[in-house]
């Protein structure tokens, strides 16, 4: 069985701060790690994703996130946030399918104030 | 071009009645999933289609609950006897080839059940 855990479920953060927001995960099977953010009555959109290669991935909007295996870990940062970046992030995983389904963490709402 | 389209956006049913949500995929999309995402919750999988093939329905969480796609393009949930458990937000992804593991997400269609 495949788990994805988001340790924090709100994150408050002031303006021009930097961020992190913590995901861990757990398979049996090679897996490909992404991170999802949901605006209000949006769908989730892609942050970034980690399929292989480089251990660091850059995404959108300033965006990064690390891949640990040894830690089973996938954390999300952001060097400096702004007011738009108030949203709730989900880490996801694919893995065991050829096909893509994700299995999704219960999310962190990030808020950040000025 | 157009993204992912969900219809309705919000359906409010009786506990007993029949639904049936809808999901317009981006076009030439092969693959299509369904979400099942409950409050403060994150999503979890229902099933998926290759073109108008189910290959997994392992998520659907009774048999109330069946979904189509018979021309490989719009899918849709349907859900029968609907029980108060049911409401959640339903999302649906596409992805253009299947095992590409970037799925475009629909705004979702937001089902209460009084």
């Known amino acids: 069985a495949q788990s994805v855990t988001q340790l924090d479920s709100q994150v408050p953060v002031f303006e021009e701060a930097p961020v992190e927001l913590r995901c861990n995960y757990s398979s049996s099977v090679s897996v490909y790690l992404f991170w999802y953010v949901q605006y209000p009555n949006q769908g989730l959109q892609l942050l970034l994703k980690y399929l292989s290669g480089s251990t660091l991935v ?53 808020t950040v104030h000025p | 071009g157009a993204g992912v389209s969900q219809s309705p956006r919000y359906k409010v049913a009786k506990r007993g009645q ?22 403060g919750q994150g999503p979890e999988f229902l099933t998926y289609f290759q073109n108008e093939a189910q290959l997994d329905k392992s998520g659907l969480p009774s048999d109330r609950f069946f979904a ?6 719009v899918s849709t949930l349907k859900i029968q006897r609907t029980q108060q458990e049911d409401s959640a937000v339903y999302l649906c992804a596409s992805s253009p080839l299947a095992g590409t593991y970037e799925q475009y997400f629909g705004p979702g269609t937001r089902l209460t059940v009084t």
Not at chain 1, 75 to 102: M, N, Q, W
Not at chain 2, 23 to 37: E, K, R
Not at chain 2, 68 to 73: F, Q
């Open chain 1, 58 to 110: 850059k995404g959108i909007n300033g965006f990064e996130a690390e891949f640990n295996k040894s830690q089973t870990s996938f954390h999300l940062r952001k060097p400096s946030v702004h007011i738009s970046d108030t949203a709730e992030y989900f880490c996801a995983l694919a893995g065991g399918t050829s096909y893509g389904k994700l299995t999704f963490g219960q999310g962190t709402i990030l």
């Open chain 2, 18 to 39: 029949d639904v049936a949500l809808r999901c317009d995929p981006i076009s030439g999309h092969v693959s299509l999933f369904w979400y099942q995402q409950a409050l």
């Open chain 2, 68 to 73: 189509e796609r018979p021309e490989g393009s």
